[in-house]
């Protein structure tokens, strides 16, 4: 059974440019979770979908933004990057919702961004 | 600021001896979870509490559930290198939201 796969795994970008990831979950996990990790933070969360629809959002600026597609396949979207971006961007998929029950959150390897 | 506080931040130790992992909050969860990250790789569940005063065993790895379901702790006994990683508490509160702490680094040397 594949894992949940994010492209890319890594990518520099500058100032002011836009990026966008990739994330596809485990097969038949219908839930996309969006992590954003730094070493001072650690993990916090950006945006939840289901059902190509987004269900909890974090406290992120609207420069963040994401969507799922009808095969559950999921993307993130960051415009007008700052250097505190840096970071790296954890997708997680899960059957249901994250918090309905006591399922499982499967992570990918992530995607570390790098802004200069 | 962080709903969930993990201590300690960081902990080295010798392969052999025993460490303690603690998650504490001011919120009531109606479940806690335990990852653990190895680096290069996204987080991988450990185990999940439910009840109050939950106490679970995973090999040389016990977690123990407060009894007010504000705080979790791990111990691992005799640690391996293999243990080496950094160990996140998560905590799913009833309005179905799922927090994070910022984690703890563990160390084990050989």
């Known amino acids: 059974k594949a894992g949940v796969t994010q492209t890319p795994r890594y990518l520099i970008k500058t100032r002011g440019q836009q990026v966008t990831l990739s994330c596809s979950p485990i097969?038949?996990?219908?839930?996309v979770s969006w992590y954003q990790q730094t070493p001072g933070q650690g993990l916090q969360f950006l945006f939840e979908?289901?059902?190509?629809?987004?269900?909890n959002k974090g406290n992120f600026p609207g420069r963040f933004s994401g969507r799922q597609f009808s095969n559950s396949r999921s993307e993130m979207n960051v415009s007008t990057l700052e250097l505190g971006d840096s970071a790296l961007y954890l997708c997680?998929?899960?059957?249901?919702?994250?918090?309905?029950?006591?399922?499982?959150?499967?992570f990918g390897e992530g995607s570390r961004l790098t802004v200069l | 600021t962080q709903l969930l506080e993990q201590s300690p931040q960081f902990l080295s130790i010798q392969e052999g001896e025993n460490l303690t992992v603690y998650c504490n909050s001011s919120s009531v969860f109606s479940s806690l979870q335990w990852y653990r990250q190895e680096p290069g790789e996204g987080p991988v569940l450990l185990v999940t509490?439910?009840?109050?005063?939950e106490v679970k065993k995973l090999k040389r790895l016990t977690f123990q559930f407060g009894d007010a379901r504000k705080d979790s702790s791990l111990h691992i006994t005799a640690a391996q290198p293999g243990d080496t990683g950094l160990y996140l508490c998560?905590?799913?509160?009833?309005?179905?939201?799922?927090?994070f702490g910022a984690g703890t680094t563990v160390t084990v040397r050989a």
């Open positions: 997680a998929s899960s059957l249901g919702l994250a918090g309905l029950n006591t399922g499982e959150l499967f």
């Open positions: 998560a905590g799913k509160s009833n309005d179905y939201k799922l927090s």
């Open positions: 097969s038949g996990h219908r839930s």
């Open positions: 979908y289901f059902s190509e629809t987004q269900r």
């Open positions: 509490v439910v009840t109050g005063g």
